[in-house]
């Protein structure tokens, strides 16, 4: 097969993690790149030595066979529509939209792509890279852990908490996630959506959640607390607490936030049942899978496995490409993340009181 012509749409800090990952799978021709700033795309093409710099989504999607779509949220979904509409592959950052209105829209859209141009999509939700995640979603669909009961998690940064090796909130890549008028859904779309996905993967479906969203005060580079910028907002939450009412019965509770002094970027979560237990510390490696089975349940003995690594996500697109096979995570689960999110928007706005989920389609 010749090789996958890619573009990436969007040249900011993330994108820079889609070209080096592309770059390491064969078969991958890393071919346009776009940006409404057009130096930092130029910039960008020139660290990456892609040679072609398009004027327009367009000429991207003219010359390139898939595309990354790596930008500010607010503009996930209409991009994704158009490259779908073209019927090409498409791999779309996480959440898939702000509203769960046009996550569907973009889903259904998705489903026709594939069915009339085979064209493959999928949604950037890249700590299923894990191979202990992968095991973990395999036990549980065994039914080796029993009935679940009991899930929890958490995704804790720290990085409102004061200038980390990422930068100052203060920094232009950072700050539009702080502003609801830039599109963010603040915590809960950037690190709660992939909590939620990890957790209801693992776990299975989410039928109620009641939650409660928080937005503290910034402070700035001065010692300052400050609830704006340049007379704009910084009024998306930073903070998140959920829990959960499984479809099987189980219940949950998780959270996360940005201001979790002492972690850079945690992810936990613990999965109990009547006949065993699994948790997984993405601190201690995507590799690592604690178990609590069998005769070590009369103990409370873990034990300790280390999974064989799995291929990531932008391994997992160009394969899917090349075998014309759709992997997961794809759009319709990007959806149904949404769907989460909207309940958990939907509670915070009746102060706390449980929601149902909606459906994504």
């Not at 009339?116 to 890279?129: K, T, V």
């Not at 704006?228 to 959270?255: M, P, S, W, Y």
Request: hydrophobic letters at 35%.
């Amino acid at each position: 097969m010749a090789n996958i012509k890619v573009g990436i749409i969007g040249t900011g800090g993330m994108a820079n993690t889609h070209a080096r990952r592309y770059r390491e799978i064969r078969g991958v021709d890393l071919r346009s790149c776009y940006d409404i700033d057009t130096k930092r795309a130029a910039d960008f093409a020139l660290q990456h030595k892609i040679d072609h710099v398009a004027s327009s989504l367009e000429e991207v999607i003219e010359v390139c066979d898939a595309t990354s779509v790596v930008t500010p949220d607010a503009h996930h979904a209409p991009l994704s529509l158009r490259i779908l509409e073209a019927g090409k592959h498409l791999l779309c950052e996480k959440p898939l939209a702000t509203t769960l209105k046009d996550a569907r829209r973009v889903a259904r859209r998705a489903i026709q792509a594939a069915q009339q141009h085979g064209a493959i999509h999928m949604i950037n939700l890249s700590y299923r890279d894990s191979s202990a995640v992968q095991e973990a979603i395999k036990i549980v669909a065994r039914g080796e852990l029993g009935e679940i009961r009991h899930v929890h998690g958490h995704y804790l940064q720290s990085w409102l908490a004061g200038t980390t090796s990422w930068g100052h909130w203060q920094d232009p890549n950072w700050l539009w996630r702080l502003q609801t008028a830039q599109g963010s859904m603040g915590v809960l779309g950037d690190l709660g959506c992939h909590l939620l996905d990890l957790l209801t993967a693992v776990a299975g479906d989410v039928a109620t959640v009641e939650s409660r969203l928080t937005t503290f005060p910034k402070i700035d580079r001065k010692g300052t607390q400050r609830t704006t910028l340049d007379a704009t907002r910084l009024d998306a939450n930073d903070t998140a607490t959920i829990q959960l009412k499984f479809a099987n019965g189980a219940v949950g509770v998780c959270h996360t936030t940005r201001w979790a002094t002492g972690h850079m970027n945690s992810i936990f979560l613990g999965v109990h049942g009547t006949d065993g237990a699994l948790r997984i510390d993405l601190d201690q490696g995507k590799d690592k899978l604690q178990l609590c089975r069998g005769r070590n349940k009369a103990v409370g003995r873990w034990s300790t496995r280390t999974i064989r690594t799995t291929p990531s996500i932008y391994q997992r697109f160009i394969r899917s490409i090349q075998m014309r096979r759709q992997d997961q995570p794809d759009v319709p689960r990007g959806a149904q993340i949404q769907s989460l999110l909207d309940a958990c928007q939907r509670s915070s706005q009746q102060n706390g009181k449980p929601t149902r989920v909606r459906k994504w389609v």
